[in-house]
């Protein structure tokens, strides 16, 4: 098996057909190898009937599995699809994501080609059903809307603010995973059964700087681009601001991440420098739009973000 596309779901019945179709589209003119592992992270609605009515006329270049998770949490399918792939390379896509039709291939050539790349991710467009709001363009990045650019690159470690692909439509070496990622990830993503999202979308980042703290690579392939289907509800004021909140509850813990293991004790000196610098950069912020928090969805957002990472010191996993 030369490639695995790895699809994390919960009460996907609506959302996964629509992947599926797309995978069912991919070009494959290099004859590759591949599986799609659908990963129902305890799911109560028809994710597996459809799953299994689709396995039924599947593509004969490639397979189609269905895997259950019982154990609630983004974090977890993801690691039970790292445990279940054959193959080294593995494609992830959400339940709202629709690959080009040319994403296989180029993810498989770009891990030929890249052989010390622990992980890639290439373009995210959006894909709405109500027209673009006015203030998009400043939030996107929350909802895992992500264009680096037409050119090839690599993340570097040092840089300021330090980066790494989103999760969404980014591939992963088995390999790289297994070597450098806690089984036990401190921040596990949403749990959509019982509605937490105060961590929401930040387990793929704590595993992308495990791995970025080694000698694999992490990098940009703008050949791989997905679309990302966004519902009107993800566009509402209180969604984004529940999820600004949980980005930046989740900073102190990818603080440490970002460290090597020798550095982190040294968190617990840097800590109290810490609060008294995020204090005062949400005091300010405060005083400074208080009067615009009503009118200002973007500005609302980033309040919401600063009080997450003032917070994010207590927040246990």
């Given at each position: 098996?030369?490639?695995?596309?790895?699809?994390?779901?919960?009460?996907?019945?609506?959302?996964i057909?629509?992947?599926?179709?797309?995978?069912?589209?991919?070009?494959?003119p290099e004859?590759i190898?591949?599986?799609?592992?659908?990963?129902?992270?305890?799911?109560?609605?028809?994710?597996?009937?459809?799953?299994?009515?689709y396995?039924?006329n599947?593509?004969?270049?490639?397979?189609?599995?269905?895997?259950?998770?019982?154990?609630?949490g983004?974090?977890y399918?993801?690691?039970?699809?790292i445990?279940?792939?054959?193959?080294?390379?593995?494609?992830?896509?959400?339940?709202?994501?629709?690959?080009?039709?040319?994403w296989?291939?180029?993810?498989?050539r770009?891990?030929?080609?890249?052989?010390?790349?622990?992980v890639?991710?290439g373009?995210?467009?959006?894909?709405?059903?109500?027209?673009?709001?006015?203030?998009?363009?400043?939030?996107?990045?929350?909802l895992?809307?992500?264009?680096?650019?037409s050119q090839?690159?690599?993340?570097?470690?040092?840089?300021?603010?330090?980066?790494?692909?989103a999760?969404?439509?980014?591939?992963v070496r088995q390999?790289?995973?297994?070597?450098?990622?806690?089984?036990?990830?401190?921040?596990?993503g949403?749990?959509?059964?019982?509605?937490?999202?105060l961590?929401?979308?930040n387990?793929?980042?704590?595993?992308?700087?495990?791995i970025?703290?080694?000698?694999?690579?992490i990098w940009?392939?703008?050949?791989?681009?997905i679309?990302?289907?966004?519902?009107?509800?993800r566009?509402?004021?209180?969604?984004?601001?529940?999820?600004?909140?949980?980005?930046?509850?989740?900073?102190?813990?990818?603080?440490?991440?970002?460290?090597?293991?020798?550095q982190?004790?040294l968190?617990?000196?840097?800590?109290?420098?810490?609060l008294?610098?995020?204090?005062?950069?949400l005091?300010?912020?405060?005083l400074?739009?208080?009067?615009?928090?009503d009118?200002?969805?973007t500005?609302?957002?980033?309040?919401?973000a600063?009080?997450?990472?003032?917070?994010?010191p207590?927040?246990r996993?």
């Amino acid at each position: 098996m030369k490639f695995t596309v790895a699809i994390c779901t919960y009460n996907g019945q609506d959302r996964i057909p629509e992947v599926l179709d797309g995978l069912q589209q991919q070009t494959n003119p290099e004859g590759i190898e591949w599986e799609v592992v659908v990963v129902d992270n305890n799911s109560s609605d028809r994710t597996a009937e459809v799953v299994s009515q689709y396995s039924k006329n599947w593509r004969g270049d490639s397979q189609l599995r269905y895997v259950f998770e019982a154990t609630q949490g983004a974090g977890y399918a993801r690691q039970r699809a790292i445990q279940e792939a054959k193959s080294d390379l593995i494609g992830f896509l959400d339940d709202d994501n629709l690959p080009k039709e040319n994403w296989l291939v180029e993810a498989y050539r770009f891990g030929q080609e890249h052989p010390q790349a622990g992980v890639y991710g290439g373009i995210i467009h959006p894909k709405l059903d109500v027209p673009l709001p006015p203030y998009f363009n400043k939030i996107k990045s929350l909802l895992a809307i992500n264009n680096p650019g037409s050119q090839p690159f690599r993340y570097q470690r040092n840089d300021k603010p330090r980066k790494v692909p989103a999760g969404a439509g980014c591939v992963v070496r088995q390999q790289a995973w297994k070597e450098r990622v806690p089984k036990q990830l401190q921040l596990q993503g949403r749990d959509e059964k019982n509605k937490k999202t105060l961590l929401i979308g930040n387990e793929e980042t704590e595993a992308f700087f495990y791995i970025q703290n080694s000698d694999w690579e992490i990098w940009h392939n703008p050949a791989m681009e997905i679309w990302h289907h966004l519902p009107s509800k993800r566009l509402e004021k209180e969604y984004l601001l529940k999820l600004s909140r949980g980005f930046g509850l989740a900073n102190h813990k990818l603080r440490m991440v970002r460290l090597y293991p020798w550095q982190r004790p040294l968190m617990i000196l840097l800590t109290p420098l810490y609060l008294l610098s995020d204090g005062y950069k949400l005091a300010s912020y405060y005083l400074r739009y208080r009067h615009e928090f009503d009118s200002d969805l973007t500005k609302a957002c980033e309040l919401q973000a600063r009080i997450g990472r003032f917070m994010s010191p207590f927040v246990r996993a």
